[in-house]
């Protein structure tokens, strides 16, 4: 009868032992599929992050090449300003540079 009582006792044991095995077994299993989730999710959040930022760049590249392509015609319309400046400054010395150089050049000094 004790024998019996031992056999029964161990049984419980083993049952409980098994049960708990199951218990950590789920626990892990569910820990497991948590964190598989919250990866998923932060790789998504990334994800957008990145797609957020990108968009945000390419504007900035828009906006800049945008403006750009207006400094490059004011600075093309500021030159041929200032082309035509000293154009208009060389022709009005033109004569006075020109004289004054056949004068040195014809001057003989003794």
Same mark, same amino acid.
């Given at each position: /009868?004790?024998?019996?009582?031992?056999?029964?006792?161990?049984?419980?044991?083993? +049952?409980?032992?098994?049960?708990?095995?199951?218990? %950590?077994?789920?626990?892990?299993?569910?820990? /497991?599929?948590?964190?598989?989730?919250?990866? *998923?999710?932060?790789? !998504?959040?990334? *994800?957008?992050? !990145?797609?957020?930022?990108?968009?945000?760049?390419? !504007?900035? %590249?828009? *906006?800049?090449?945008?403006?750009?392509?207006?400094?490059?015609? !004011?600075?093309?319309?500021? &030159?041929?300003?200032? %082309? +035509? +400046?000293?154009?208009?400054?060389?022709?009005?010395?033109?004569?006075?540079? &020109? +004289? /004054?150089?056949?004068?040195?050049? &014809? &001057?003989?000094?003794?």
């Amino acid at each position: /009868m004790e024998s019996m009582k031992a056999q029964g006792g161990i049984q419980l044991l083993l +049952n409980a032992e098994q049960e708990a095995q199951s218990i %950590i077994s789920d626990a892990k299993n569910l820990k /497991m599929a948590r964190l598989k989730q919250a990866k *998923e999710e932060a790789a !998504r959040e990334v *994800e957008s992050y !990145r797609s957020q930022l990108e968009a945000e760049y390419q !504007r900035n %590249i828009s *906006e800049s090449s945008g403006s750009s392509g207006l400094n490059v015609k !004011r600075l093309e319309e500021e &030159t041929e300003a200032k %082309i +035509n +400046n000293l154009k208009e400054s060389s022709s009005a010395v033109s004569k006075d540079i &020109t +004289n /004054m150089l056949i004068k040195h050049v &014809t &001057t003989v000094k003794v």
